[in-house]
């Protein structure tokens, strides 16, 4: 049975008035069939009503970004090209099972990231990646030292984090405790 | 917190260059915004890194966007988030293109109507005050009534008036 609208909006915005960062999604699904009108109303909330202090992690992670834009990411965005696009074109050329795509998302967020060693993904996967971008494998920016430690907080891993505790305890096991696959070797992480 | 002082520290943050704290204070609200238009947390991080790397880089090549930056943030994200998934339509010029007068228009307008006091601005002070600590604030019903020094049912019924309100302005508008 969904909740009245109304209240749910207004559990929400005192939670987030209070700092405490409540994931908008899980409150799409306890709206159920007035999940749109939910929608509008928290859009019209956060865009109108002052933000509350902000976490330390975002703080970091902003910091992080504002620090440095990483190559590969900056090439992307350049060619306004989603992730997910740039996933599926991955999947596709490298004939892996299209079921892998949340892995394959997740590494290749690492190694636009620069969390990832670019130096030691394989050669088909520069090549593929290099083919879905639309530029010539020499100006793909994989090369430079690898990262001694992260240079920036695990920002795009990192991200599924941003609504806080409800979201983490819902999560998947973190993919780091698979044995690693091609895909892996592919990413140069195994 | 004031619609205004809000307005402020983000002022303040951007002339200090402290650009890590003001986009930190408005990314929980944009992604919230995102994940309500795409119903994915990944894409919604996704479009909202996009869109402040955007007003990043237009800062910082020297761009003064003549508005407080949550208009401009939201207003990009908005920008942004026409081109997920749906052929690139953006209105709003690259810091290196000609400026269009449009879109300084709509950012005016934008910033006209968006704040909560625009939203409660012809309620009675009592009801303006009730749902702004309330939906601003966060604030319990029993804390507002002896702040304000009013019966608890007295908060309940100004926040009916609010909750229509707020209803009237971001679900039936």
Redesign the interface.
């Known amino acids: 049975m969904p909740e009245p609208v109304?209240a749910l909006?207004?559990e929400f915005?005192?939670?987030?008035?209070?700092g405490e960062?409540p994931d908008?999604?899980l409150y799409?699904e306890r709206a159920g069939d007035e999940a749109d009108?939910l929608?509008?109303?928290?859009?019209?909330?956060?865009?109108?009503?002052?933000?509350?202090e902000?976490?330390p992690e975002?703080?970091e992670?902003?910091?992080a970004?504002?620090a440095g834009?990483p190559e590969l990411?900056?090439l992307r965005?350049g060619r306004?090209m989603?992730?997910?696009e740039v996933v599926a074109g991955l999947v596709e050329r490298l004939g892996l099972d299209r079921a892998r795509a949340p892995k394959v998302?997740r590494l290749y967020q690492r190694l636009e990231g620069g969390l990832l060693d670019a130096s030691r993904i394989e050669a088909r996967l520069a090549d593929a990646l290099a083919r879905v971008l639309g530029v010539p494998r020499s100006d793909l920016p994989l090369t430079g030292p690898p990262p001694a430690a992260p240079a920036m907080p695990d920002l795009?891993l990192a991200?599924?984090d941003?609504?806080g505790s409800e979201?983490i305890a819902s999560a998947p096991a973190p993919y780091l405790a698979d044995e690693p696959d091609e895909i892996d070797r592919l990413f140069g992480a195994a | 917190?004031?619609?205004d002082?809000?307005d402020a520290i983000d002022a303040r943050l951007l002339a200090e260059g402290d650009?890590?704290?003001l986009?930190?204070?408005?990314?929980?609200?944009?992604?919230?915004?995102a994940?309500?238009?795409l119903?994915d947390?990944?894409?919604a991080?996704?479009a909202v890194?996009?869109a402040?790397?955007r007003v990043?880089r237009e800062l910082r090549a020297g761009r003064d966007h003549g508005h407080p930056m949550?208009v401009v943030l939201?207003q990009v994200l908005t920008y942004t988030l026409r081109?997920?998934?749906a052929p690139?339509e953006d209105p709003l010029p690259e810091v290196d293109e000609p400026r269009d007068p449009r879109v300084d228009d709509h950012l005016a307008a934008v910033e006209h109507r968006?704040?909560?006091d625009?939203?409660l601005g012809v309620l009675p002070p009592r009801v303006r005050d009730v749902t702004r600590m309330?939906?601003?604030?966060?604030r319990e019903i029993a804390e507002i009534a002896q702040e304000l020094g009013i019966q608890r049912n007295a908060v309940d019924q100004a926040l009916h008036r609010g909750?229509a309100a707020?209803?009237e302005?971001?679900?039936d508008a």
């Open positions: 109304l909006l207004e915005a005192v939670r987030r008035a209070r960062r908008p999604l799409l009108a929608a509008a109303m928290i859009e019209g909330l956060v865009a109108s009503v002052p933000p509350p902000p976490a975002v703080v992670r902003m910091r970004l504002v834009e990411l900056g965005l306004r989603r992730v997910d998302r795009l991200r599924s941003w609504a979201v | 917190m004031t619609d002082e809000s650009l890590d704290r986009f930190a204070r408005h990314y929980d609200d944009l992604v919230s915004r994940v309500m238009r119903r947390r990944d894409a991080a996704d890194q996009t402040a790397l990043l949550r939201h081109g997920w998934g690139i968006a704040w909560l625009g939203v309330r939906f601003g604030e966060g909750r707020l209803r302005a971001w679900l």
